[in-house]
């Protein structure tokens, strides 16, 4: 694909460029300065703007989040105190702001406001923002601005709606244990639909442009439907991995180790992400909650209950979702990288 990854931002680039920086000569002249300008007004503006929506979509998230388990519509009554159920006005319903202004406390009643309320909009906002500005299509290649135009934002929505997703069910599962299964089924169906639409994309603007994009490549060699059957084996695989997990567990242990819901959030990630980024997913969940696991073993407050801690029960859907984010947003160099070093 054509991208020019070494500049991060051709603002910057114009700027360092202009005092002699490092960047000078990195960024594919020929572009004029005026266009430069406005490409980098656009990537700025993109990214701050993608943050602030972040942070009132992470602000419905938490409404969501609370209400959900409790089997309550996230639409009405209007947001209100969970304690003293007094209505927020607009100003202590602001996204993190209303949160450190009031110091985690209701105003009326005094009790406190979890830490998850700011720590869910700080995380939608940072993902989405910092989604909008790795995106190196914001128009920064001048052979073929339909490609940054068109593709761009459709691949900057999936990826937000991807992060919403899995800090939903990260936050569920570590709350409740629960991975609710009309949000992992329609959302893995959303992310085969998703994958086919970029495709379809990537052949229009192909036949468009005449430039060659590697989705496309890939559709020629194996056509859509070829390419919507591999995506289903992976989905069924990435499924099917889980599944022999547990089964293997439960012959050896008589006892539930993992759990369904996982099986399906595993399916909505290879939907969203390919297997290869599905299962680079579950490697870092499942480092990341051994290593968890071995750091409440040496607190010693910890380790006097370890008898009750080896049955309890660590959400290894939160860290299934945890490596999905990292997976979703470095997972192709980390697989390229893999792939290098394993000699493939
Ligand atoms: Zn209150």
């Known amino acids: 694909m054509e991208h020019t990854k070494d500049v991060p931002c051709p603002l910057i680039a114009h700027f360092s460029w202009r005092k002699g920086g490092k960047a000078k000569g990195r960024y594919p002249i020929p572009v004029t300065a005026k266009r430069i300008l406005i490409i980098g007004m656009v990537h700025i503006l993109g990214t701050i703007y993608a943050g602030l929506l972040g942070l009132a979509f992470g602000s419905f998230l938490n409404v969501c989040l609370s209400r959900w388990p409790e089997g309550e519509s996230v639409i009405a009554p209007r947001s209100h ?12 319903n602001l996204p993190l702001v209303s949160w450190l202004v009031l110091r985690g406390r209701c105003r009326n009643c005094h009790s406190r406001i979890g830490l998850r309320y700011p720590l869910v909009e700080l995380a939608i906002g ?17 052979q ?12 900057l929505v999936g990826q937000m709606i991807l992060t919403w997703l899995l800090v939903a069910l990260a936050v569920l599962d570590a709350d409740n244990l629960w991975l609710p299964d009309w949000i992992t089924l329609p959302g893995a169906a959303l992310g085969f639909a998703f994958t086919l639409l ?13 430039l060659q994009f590697t989705g496309a490549l890939q559709h020629e060699q194996y056509g859509i439907y070829g390419i919507a059957l ?3 084996l992976g989905i ?4 099917g991995m889980v599944l022999l997990i547990r ?9 539930e180790g993992i759990g369904m819901g996982d099986a399906k959030l595993m399916a909505l990630l290879a939907a969203w992400l390919g297997l290869p980024g599905a299962l680079l997913a579950f490697g870092l969940g499942v480092v990341m909650g051994a290593v968890l696991a071995l750091v409440q073993l040496a607190i010693p407050s910890a380790r006097s209950q370890s008898e009750r801690w080896a049955l309890s029960k660590l959400p ?7 490596g999905g984010v990292v997976s979703s947003l470095w997972g192709q160099p980390i697989v390229a990288a893999y792939l290098r070093w394993a000699g493939f």
């Open 247 to 255: 089964w293997v567990y439960w012959l050896t242990r008589h006892r």
């Open 316 to 322: 290894l859907g939160t860290f299934l979702c945890l």
């Open 230 to 232: 591999k995506r289903l």
């Open 126 to 142: 940072a993902l989405w923002a910092f989604s909008a500005w790795q995106l190196p299509q914001w128009g920064a290649n001048p």
């Open 81 to 92: 105190c969970r304690n003293c159920a007094h209505t927020l006005p607009w100003w202590e």
């Open 236 to 239: 069924l695989a990435a499924a």
């Open 144 to 155: 073929s601005p339909v490609m940054e135009m068109y593709y761009g934002p459709v691949v």
């Open 198 to 210: 970029k495709l379809e994309l990537l052949v229009k603007l192909t036949s468009l442009t005449g």
